[in-house]
């Protein structure tokens, strides 16, 4: 069965840092692109970012671009999001999710709570 | 980038009626990407169409998708009562950002 479970995020200062992790599972991993996504509370969906599945290819919303880098190990079966420069209107849910160019989201994690306060 | 809206914002109606949910582009998605999810409270969205018309899995026949270009619909042939959430439409052609629309809002009347 597919899953898809993230970590890492928490409370941080305007400017500050975090970094997301999305752990695979049930599925080869190396065969499918990979987003993230985003929902502040009581609003919609954004898609923030994703990455082929060799890791070759990047692309990110212009909101996060330059503050935000997607990578992922194919080895441990990890997908990451590393946030820089957070600014309040990062706080979201981000969820990890099967999918990117030319393919729908079609798995999607839980997500993971990040708050940016001071 | 291009920007999807949907329409209508809320949509009330009683199980058993039909729904018809609309979401437009400002420019023509390429090859039909263009998918539609259902997101319920406290949940994680849930694939539903894709390629514009294809049931992902598990979804049952009474939804069913349509449309290419720019103007693409979501149809919902009989409501049942765990059809009621909010539903989303993306576009995730050739060419990033991969946008969602704002929604529509599908409540029991």
């Known amino acids: 069965e597919e899953q898809l479970v993230e970590s890492g995020g928490g409370v941080a200062r305007p400017g500050g840092s975090l970094r997301l992790s999305c752990a695979a599972s049930g599925f080869t991993f190396d065969d499918y692109g990979m987003s993230w996504v985003r929902q502040a509370p009581g609003k919609g969906l954004e898609w923030v970012s994703g990455?082929?599945?060799?890791?070759?290819?990047?692309a990110y919303a212009d909101s996060v671009r330059g503050r935000f880098t997607i990578s992922r190990d194919n080895v441990k079966n990890f997908l990451i999001l590393q946030m820089n420069g957070l600014r309040a209107e990062d706080t979201a849910l981000y969820h990890c999710?099967?999918?990117?160019?030319?393919?729908?989201?079609?798995?999607w994690g839980q997500g993971i709570l990040v708050t940016v306060s001071s | 980038e291009i920007v999807l809206t949907q329409s209508p914002g809320t949509l009330s109606l009683s199980p058993g009626e039909r729904a018809t949910l609309s979401c437009r582009a400002s420019?023509?998605?390429?090859?039909?990407?263009l998918a539609w999810y259902q997101q319920k409270p406290g949940q994680a969205p849930r694939l539903v169409i894709y390629?514009?018309?294809r049931r992902a899995t598990g979804i049952p026949d009474r939804f069913s998708g349509s449309g290419s270009g720019t103007d693409f619909t979501l149809t919902i042939s009989r409501l049942e009562p765990e059809d009621f959430a909010v539903y989303y439409c993306?576009?995730?052609?050739?060419?990033?950002?991969?946008?969602f629309g704002q929604g529509t809002k599908l409540e029991i009347k």
């Open positions: 999710a099967r999918g990117f160019l030319g393919g729908p989201l079609d798995y």
């Open positions: 990455i082929k599945r060799s890791g070759d290819t990047t």
């Open positions: 420019q023509s998605v390429s090859s039909g990407y």
């Open positions: 390629g514009a018309s």
């Open positions: 993306q576009q995730y052609g050739s060419s990033p950002p991969f946008t």
